[in-house]
């Protein structure tokens, strides 16, 4: 059981990038898929989380109305859309599965059973 990022690259201050997290060895459905970044020296901190039962999905505040994740049914990935990207969004994004959570604990690293290897983004002119 895995997950794959893909799509990390340099974009220019205020450019979009289109992550996308796929599964292998388990489905999608009934999962839950965070997204989380760490930039060097500091912790990994949590960007957003979907519930793809449904569909629905929570934001941090410092990319809420920029970051969108969204499911790809043809590619079988779960999507991270960043739009105005900002030198602070530079780091490693990470795509985290798990089958149940508390929205409550989201943000926590340890509540997520699989991890992907990440992939760079970096927000630089």
């Known amino acids: 059981l895995q997950l794959v990022e893909s ?5 220019q201050p205020g450019g979009s990038l289109r992550l ?19 930039a060097p020296g500091k912790e990994r901190e949590a ?8 569909g629905s999905a929570v934001y941090a505040d410092s990319v809420k109305g920029r970051f969108t994740a969204s499911r790809d049914y043809a590619k079988n ?4 859309l960043m739009n105005n990207l ?21 943000t926590i690293p340890s509540e997520y059973d ?3 290897q990440g992939t760079q ?3 630089s002119s």
């Open 20 to 38: 996308a997290c796929a599964p292998s060895g388990f489905s999608l459905e009934n999962s839950f898929i965070g997204w989380f970044r760490q």
């Open 114 to 116: 699989y991890w992907g």
């Open 77 to 80: 990935t779960v999507d991270l």
């Open 86 to 106: 900002k030198p602070e969004d530079t780091g490693v994004y990470f795509c985290a599965a798990k089958g149940t959570l508390s929205w409550g604990r989201w």
């Open 7 to 11: 799509g990390g690259d340099l974009v």
């Open 47 to 54: 960007v957003s989380l979907m519930n793809c039962n449904d």
């Open 121 to 123: 983004v970096t927000v």
